[in-house]
């Protein structure tokens, strides 16, 4: 299980350092909250499937091989997502992973940080830079954003 929630931001905040690469697409795409995508991050490739929408979602993941990565990322044009993620330490134990999209998403800035348990997820409060928790707008999501682009 996954257990994270979502903010927009205002802008890139400053001071971000060096950030990875990371590209998805997606192959499947459930109106339910069920996806089944691709994902290259560096050398890394993966498959991923989830479910559900929101704050507590399943999760399985598992390397492919760069090959098979390639021939699936070309079933996935038109639903694609590219972005660059930058690691923001937050205190206690966790990090804000900050997203800087590109493309069709730029000028899109969102950030995720997962929690252990649902309790810590709900106590949270947010740092005012990390803007608008969109956790539960579904139109926020990679794969609604893959598809429909950034939300007006």
């Known amino acids: 299980m996954e257990i994270e929630r979502k903010w927009v931001l205002e802008a890139e905040?400053?001071?971000l350092g060096e950030g990875s690469r990371i590209e998805q697409g997606y192959l499947a795409?459930?109106?339910?909250g069920a996806e089944?995508?691709?994902?290259?991050?560096?050398?890394?490739t993966l498959v991923t499937v989830k479910?559900?929408?929101g704050l507590i979602r399943g999760e399985e993941e598992w390397?492919?091989?760069?090959?098979?990565?390639?021939r699936l990322w070309a079933l996935t044009a038109d639903r694609q997502v590219v972005k660059t993620r930058y690691l923001v330490a937050l205190g206690g134990g966790l990090t804000a992973e900050v997203d800087v999209y590109d493309?069709?998403?730029d000028g899109l800035v969102t950030a995720e940080v997962e929690f252990p348990h649902e309790a810590a997820a709900r106590a949270f409060v947010a740092p005012a830079w990390l803007g608008r928790d969109v956790t539960e707008d579904p139109r926020y999501?990679?794969?609604?954003l893959a598809v429909?682009?950034?939300?007006?």
Not at 29 to 32: E, N, Q
């Open 141 to 144: 999501g990679n794969r609604v």
């Open 13 to 15: 905040p400053d001071g």
């Open 36 to 44: 089944v995508r691709v994902r290259r991050k560096g050398e890394k």
């Open 51 to 53: 479910t559900g929408i």
């Open 29 to 32: 795409i459930d109106p339910s």
């Open 63 to 70: 390397p492919v091989e760069a090959d098979r990565f390639e």
């Open 103 to 105: 493309g069709d998403l």
């Open 148 to 152: 429909d682009g950034i939300p007006t």
